[in-house]
């Protein structure tokens, strides 16, 4: 045997120790985070269990079977699902002979509604404070600005409670609201015509609604790129369409001895949240879309400049383009800090989902199995907004694509 | 692993409290605490009010938390007034925020069948009523049809007005809650509110209170029944035997011609009835785990049932809701505050 041969039988033993070592020691490490889990698991269920029978001592009942009683109480607004015929779950207004887990559900929709419509306008009123901050205009930078600083440095409580009593509840009576073309602004709420469905069961004016909602969609993914157009003209043919043969009209509100019938209206308790919201997430979406402005390389400014774009053209294809790119990830934070801020809804009056909440904690005295629900489905809306985000995101920063 | 047993030890000190909590009395942590803790309204005058001139808390239900302290510590000046609201009052006794709540609060079975909670007696009968702006041109209860009526959130009006709506086939009617009563009387002046919807004792406050009272009309219609009572923490028959008689002391001392004014003229009586019930000579107290002068305690505090009533409801206030006919007059006197048999 040379010393080669032994240092190679050396290597090899050595090559084998090493790898039983490794095993081992991936053993044990995983032996340990396996522990580690299971200890956390059992001492979650402790928790549990000493939390269950410490309200069973004080003679708290802990069950989720209250959410198939009938809630008893009623809901200003909001809609929710019940169990119809067929086993398909039923789109209805609430009523107060349906269950609990409805009154849940219809705060859910309507913290989601109020959540959807403000994410929508914040972020369009919020780029428009941000672009004018930078404006050239004097008058629309310092507006901007003030109002900007003005709404950022007051609690949003206090804001939507002016907004409730010092705005909305300051517009008329129904007896002496203003009538503009079916529009109604009263204090019993802002209301407008709504296209209800006539059709029935008329196979042309199914088959045109649902050409406008293929166009609609068309429209707003643009699959083919350059048919948006094309998609946007179609939708707006088959909806003249469907209105000349009847199979939609105009719904308008007439006012009564209390409130209006028909139409579509929007509660001043909806009012004031959204208006709240909606003004005071916009002041922070302007900061950011401002900061991410400053933050572009001046040479972006020049070199559009030097092609000769004006600046309104700079702005809407040069400069916010890059700018949505980069602020998305701030905007989800900020979606998801409005949704929860809706919460605050109670304080006008608001059936959002922790309004309802308390009423029910208060009549079926389950308060802490309904904080479990109202926390879970906090959570659930504010995954699905950063979801979203994420995948807006993906979208708009393929990956290997220079920012 | 130091980690670990922290946390074990952690579980097991939550357990072993709350094992702990649960087998004393709450009589037994307020008299080591030396402080009632009361929970009360703020916005309800007649009730539980904070005069913002004086300062100071004052109602029936403010006096009965002094006379709760009173009766349990011997001085009516050791107890802390925690506000609740409608909504918070319950869970503020669950999690012993507070050892009793005097909240203006309905007793109905769900509250004590769901709630971990036990009601203490009656001690003022109320009814749902409705107040309107008097020139709304509405004049009864069926006029609201289609109305939107407010009331608060965690009330048992909430369910009442439900009720009502149903029962007469309303189906445009709309119950609309807000937090506190002050947002709620606000909402019916701004009009946003057609009618608000609470206790008629409230109603007659608010409306006794604001700039011109001749403004508000209480519709004659009640809804429902109201009946007032305070309560405590379910499971607990030592604290709240002692509350109850406490109560009864106070209902009692009425109907025995016991006041603030004669209380140390009847200290010297030599009737035996009164001489026990003062704790002159012997007494109730003990077995309760009070000390045997407890009513009289009570009594020096704040006076008898009648005296409360007078103090906060009486002619003399802005709110004067007149006792005579009316379930909250004495039995004697036709109306149905009672006391049990002391002797």
């Not at chain 1, 044990?28 to 985070?33: K, L, N, S, V």
């Not at chain 1, 409670?161 to 009538?179: G, I, Q």
């Not at chain 2, 539980?48 to 300062?55: E, V």
């Not at chain 2, 140390?264 to 026990?276: G, T």
Request: hydrophobic residues 45%; neutral net charge.
């Amino acid at each position: 045997m040379t010393i080669h041969e032994t240092s190679a039988v050396r290597g090899m033993v050595d090559h084998d120790h090493l790898k039983s070592r490794r095993l081992r020691n991936r053993i044990r490490h995983e032996a340990i985070q396996f522990g580690v889990i299971a200890i956390v698991v059992a001492l979650l269920g402790m928790l549990a269990y000493a939390v269950k029978s410490g309200l069973a001592e004080k003679g708290i009942r802990f069950s989720f079977s209250f959410l198939a009683n009938t809630a008893g109480f009623d809901i200003s607004e909001g809609w929710t699902l019940t169990s119809g015929e067929s086993f398909l779950p039923d789109f209805t207004l609430f009523s107060p002979d349906m269950t609990v887990a409805s009154a849940f559900v219809t705060g859910i929709f309507n913290t989601a509604k109020v959540a959807i419509l403000a994410i929508i306008l914040s972020t369009v009123l919020g780029t428009m404070l941000g672009v004018g901050r930078l404006s050239t205009n004097w008058v629309v930078r310092n507006l901007c600005f003030w109002i900007v600083e003005f709404v950022r440095n007051t609690p949003l409580l206090i804001q939507l409670v002016f907004w409730y009593f010092a705005v909305v509840l300051r517009f008329p009576p129904m007896a002496s609201a203003a009538h503009l073309y079916g529009l109604i602004v009263s204090q019993q709420g802002v209301y407008v015509p709504a296209l209800s469905w006539v059709g029935g069961d008329s196979i042309l004016s199914i088959a045109l609604a649902t050409l406008i909602l293929v166009s609609a969609v068309g429209a707003i993914f643009d699959p083919i790129k350059g048919m948006r157009r094309v998609c946007v003209a179609a939708a707006v043919i088959c909806f003249a369409l469907l209105f000349v043969r009847g199979g939609v009209e105009l719904n308008f509100p007439v006012a009564n001895k209390f409130k209006a019938s028909g139409g579509t209206s929007i509660s001043p308790e909806m009012a004031a949240l959204l208006l709240a919201i909606v003004v005071n997430s916009a002041s922070f979406i302007a900061e950011t879309v401002r900061g991410a402005i400053d933050a572009l390389p001046k040479s972006q400014w020049e070199a559009a400049a030097s092609l000769g774009l004006s600046r309104r053209y700079t702005v809407n294809d040069i400069v916010l383009p890059q700018v949505f790119r980069v602020v998305l990830p701030s905007f989800g934070n900020q979606y998801i800090s409005l949704t929860k801020n809706t919460a605050l809804g109670i304080a006008v009056g608001y059936p959002d989902l922790f309004n309802i909440y308390g009423t029910i904690a208060n009549q079926t005295g389950h308060s802490l199995e309904g904080i479990i629900i109202v926390m879970a489905s906090y959570l659930i809306l504010s995954w699905i907004i950063s979801t979203l985000v994420y995948w807006a995101n993906r979208r708009l920063n393929p990956t290997g694509v220079p920012r | 692993m130091n980690l670990l047993k922290i946390l074990t030890a952690g579980v097991f000190a939550t357990v072993a409290f709350s094992a702990a909590q649960a087998s004393a009395s709450v009589l037994d942590t307020v008299k080591q605490r030396d402080v009632l803790n009361c929970g009360t309204d703020n916005t309800a005058p007649g009730f539980g009010y904070l005069n913002t001139t004086t300062g100071q808390m004052e109602g029936l239900d403010v006096d009965f938390c002094k006379a709760v302290a009173a009766g349990v510590l011997g001085d009516a000046s050791k107890v802390k007034f925690v506000t609740v609201t409608d909504k918070s009052r319950f869970d503020a006794v669950l999690t012993g925020q507070v050892d009793v709540v005097f909240a203006h609060t309905t007793i109905k079975p769900a509250r004590e069948s769901s709630i971990a909670i036990d009601f203490l007696p009656i001690n003022f009968y109320d009814g749902t009523g409705l107040m309107v702006k008097a020139d709304a041109g509405i004049k009864e209860f069926g006029d609201l049809d289609g109305a939107t009526i407010c009331t608060t959130q965690g009330s048992a009006t909430e369910t009442v007005l439900t009720a009502a709506f149903k029962a007469r086939g309303w189906k445009d009617s709309k119950v609309l809650t807000y937090e506190n009563l002050e947002k709620l009387f606000s909402a019916l002046n701004s009009g946003r509110c057609n009618a608000m919807s609470t206790d008629k004792s409230a109603l007659a406050a608010w409306a006794g209170n604001a700039p011109a009272p001749t403004d508000y009309l209480i519709l004659p219609d009640t809804l429902d029944k109201s009946p007032f009572g305070g309560f405590v923490i379910a499971n607990d028959s030592k604290w709240r035997n002692a509350l109850r008689w406490i109560e009864y002391g106070l209902f009692q001392a009425e109907e025995s011609d016991i006041s603030q004014a004669n209380l140390a003229e009847k200290l010297k009586s030599e009737d035996p009835f009164v001489q026990k019930f003062l704790g002159v000579d012997g007494g109730y107290g003990k077995d309760f785990g009070l000390s045997d002068d407890f009513i009289a305690q009570a009594i020096k505090a704040v006076g008898n049932y009648g005296e409360v009533y007078d103090r906060n409801l009486g002619p003399k206030t802005k709110m004067y809701l007149d006792r005579k006919g009316t379930p909250n007059a004495l039995w004697t006197q036709g109306g149905a505050i009672y006391s049990p048999l002391w002797n």
